[in-house]
């Protein structure tokens, strides 16, 4: 006999970790998406599948497999990132992560699923939203452009389902600030989240199309506030934000560097790209003029190898590379500086080290590893121009 399930997107931590223990009361077997495995000895580890899922590197195959299942008959997604920051701290890494996580990952996952949601079959959806989606929030600016177009997004894309006869919805839920959560900087807390996430399965099997909890008691009268007078509305806002000391205009993101030269790109430059990308936020890569390998001048000119390591999906920013790696560090202040693990020891690198001492900089060393394929490519091509 199968078992319905149902999936949670993000549901390892906080508000999505409390929502799972929920359906299984309800007598789901979970599919959990996480870039974490859940906390042990809180959910039944029998009735939970565990995916690693990084909205910032998109699965479209897990989810298709996921979609397919007709076992599956509930769809959460929770996963959010978000601070509160004035815009001019935000890097252009924060942006992207902030609105891909919260907004373009979460829409393409609705789209893979749409076609159970639109169907006959009863299917539950829902979404974490923000109230933030449904105002002006000065110092959280992309973080509340990002919920916007989520709450937008599901409002639209009600009216399609009813347009089209379906019975189905997705719930929009946008509440303000709760604990419980490492979202908030905090630690998981179900004694906190448990009573959020009971509401918020209630209103996913009513199909409910919002659900933004204390309305009444506290979030009429800020909604009523702020269409009266956005501007003083943004104004107390940003002033409230302020005198709280909830600004965070610190610093978030791990900018790495590496340099390379990049002939005859292979699986080993890839490999070394992929690494350098999962320990840093934002990668530039430093790719070296025309030059030596071995004595001989580089088979592919540069603005064809700077094309093709820009093509990578774990390459953010590529440049013309420094004579030296700490010069290219005067340029764009990274924060770590990947380097093949061979030079480790050498006089330029030990070097490297000494200079970095004082600037917050990590020298991260990886293995390299060279493709074989790429070797005789160069033999082969040695060999014919020496004929």
Request: aromatic share 12%; proline share 2%.
């Amino acid at each position: 006999m199968c078992n319905k399930k149902a999936v949670i997107i993000g549901g390892s931590n906080g508000i999505g970790l409390a929502i799972s223990k929920k359906l299984l009361d309800c007598g789901y077997d979970l599919e959990i998406c996480d870039r974490i495995p859940p906390e042990e000895g809180i959910l039944e580890e029998t009735k939970v599948t565990y995916h690693f899922c990084d909205l910032m590197d998109f699965d479209e195959d897990l989810y298709q497999k996921l979609a397919q299942n007709q076992d599956v008959e509930l769809l959460m997604v929770t996963a959010g990132i978000g601070r509160i920051a004035d815009f001019q701290y935000h890097h252009i890494a924060e942006i992207d992560k902030m609105l891909t996580v919260d907004a373009v990952s979460t829409i393409k996952i609705f789209r893979i699923f749409y076609e159970r949601i639109l169907g006959k079959k009863d299917f539950y959806a829902g979404v974490m939203g923000s109230i933030s989606g449904w105002m002006s929030s000065p110092s959280a600016s992309v973080y509340a452009a990002a919920k916007a177009a989520t709450v937008r997004f599901v409002e639209s894309v009600n009216i399609e389902l009813e347009a089209y006869g379906s019975a189905n919805r997705i719930l929009d839920v946008s509440p303000a600030s709760f604990k419980g959560s490492r979202f908030y900087g905090g630690k998981n807390d179900l004694t906190e989240t448990e009573s959020l996430a009971r509401d918020i399965v209630r209103h996913l099997f009513a199909r409910d199309v919002r659900f933004i909890p204390n309305y009444e008691e506290t979030f009429k009268g800020v909604l009523e506030r702020y269409h009266n007078d956005p501007h003083e509305y943004g104004l107390h806002s940003y002033q409230y934000k302020k005198e709280s000391g909830r600004l965070d205009n610190t610093k978030r993101v791990k900018i790495g560097y590496l340099s390379g030269t990049f002939d005859l790109f292979h699986v080993g430059h890839l490999n070394l790209l992929k690494r350098a990308k999962e320990q840093c936020d934002y990668l530039i890569v430093g790719v070296h003029g025309s030059g030596a390998w071995k004595g001989k001048e580089t088979f592919i000119p540069l603005e064809e190898r700077k094309a093709i390591v820009g093509a990578c999906k774990y390459v953010d920013k590529v440049v013309d590379s420094c004579k030296e790696d700490s010069d290219a560090w005067a340029l764009w202040h990274y924060d770590r500086l990947f380097v093949g693990s061979d030079y480790k020891g050498t006089e330029r690198f030990d070097r490297y080290e000494e200079y970095f001492k004082d600037k917050g900089v990590d020298i991260v060393y990886f293995p390299y590893t060279k493709s074989t394929s790429s070797t005789q490519i160069r033999k082969k091509i040695t060999e014919n121009a020496a004929r």
